[in-house]
């Protein structure tokens, strides 16, 4: 693809996840598909989440992983907003994690061995590291051929710097 497009995000940041919802989908279907760019999702946090997604993808579902987590974040921070401690959100984020998981048919054994695993940790490290040497210090982020896009933008934002990227060819 000409054109590179990183997206720092977090999957509790609301503004992320408004892009995610209203934003992504138009980019996906008349950009991504096509082949004229190319997406790189970074996903800083929380960590739990990102380690889903993580596991997601090692069974081929990124994108179906990392949509339903941004489509169903709010029903998890409601059900843990009223929990006093770690150990009160565990359960709640277990289930929520195995509906998940069940939704997308995900094979639910290696999905929790790799929860439950230290593979992911790397990932989610080199992705942080990534945002810090990009100097990116907010979310939502985007670099689109290395150029900064800061913020919940509206998609016109998006479009004009991915064709001016496009024409330069």
Same mark, same amino acid.
């Given at each position: 693809?000409?054109?590179?497009?990183?997206?720092?995000?977090?999957?509790?940041? &609301?503004?992320?996840? /408004? %892009?995610?919802?209203?934003?992504? &989908?138009?980019?996906?279907?008349? *950009?991504?598909? #096509?082949?004229?760019?190319?997406?790189?999702?970074?996903?800083?946090?929380?960590?739990?989440?990102?380690?889903?997604?993580?596991? =997601? /993808?090692? @069974? =081929?579902?990124?994108?179906?992983?990392?949509? *339903?987590? %941004?489509?169903?974040?709010?029903?998890?921070?409601?059900? $843990?907003? @009223?929990?006093?401690?770690?150990? +009160?959100?565990?359960?709640?984020?277990? +289930?929520?994690? /195995?509906?998940?998981?069940?939704?997308?048919?995900?094979?639910?054994?290696?999905?929790? @061995?790799?929860?439950? #695993?230290?593979? =992911?940790?790397?990932?989610?490290?080199?992705?942080?590291?990534?945002?810090?040497?990009?100097?990116? #210090?907010?979310?939502? $982020? %985007?670099?689109?051929?290395?150029?900064?896009?800061? =913020? /919940?933008?509206?998609?016109?934002?998006? +479009? +004009?710097?991915?064709?001016?990227?496009?024409?330069?060819?």
């Amino acid at each position: 693809a000409p054109v590179t497009m990183i997206d720092y995000s977090q999957y509790t940041c &609301p503004h992320c996840v /408004n %892009f995610h919802k209203n934003i992504f &989908p138009l980019i996906m279907e008349n *950009y991504i598909k #096509s082949g004229k760019v190319k997406i790189l999702p970074r996903r800083l946090g929380p960590s739990a989440l990102v380690l889903a997604v993580i596991c =997601g /993808n090692k @069974q =081929g579902k990124f994108q179906e992983t990392d949509d *339903y987590i %941004f489509n169903h974040v709010a029903d998890l921070i409601e059900q $843990t907003q @009223q929990t006093n401690s770690a150990d +009160e959100v565990r359960p709640i984020l277990t +289930e929520w994690l /195995n509906k998940l998981a069940q939704s997308l048919n995900l094979e639910l054994t290696s999905f929790n @061995q790799c929860l439950n #695993s230290t593979d =992911g940790t790397e990932q989610i490290q080199d992705w942080l590291n990534e945002a810090h040497q990009n100097e990116i #210090s907010g979310t939502p $982020t %985007f670099l689109i051929n290395g150029q900064k896009i800061i =913020g /919940n933008q509206p998609y016109i934002k998006f +479009e +004009e710097l991915i064709e001016k990227e496009l024409n330069k060819k």
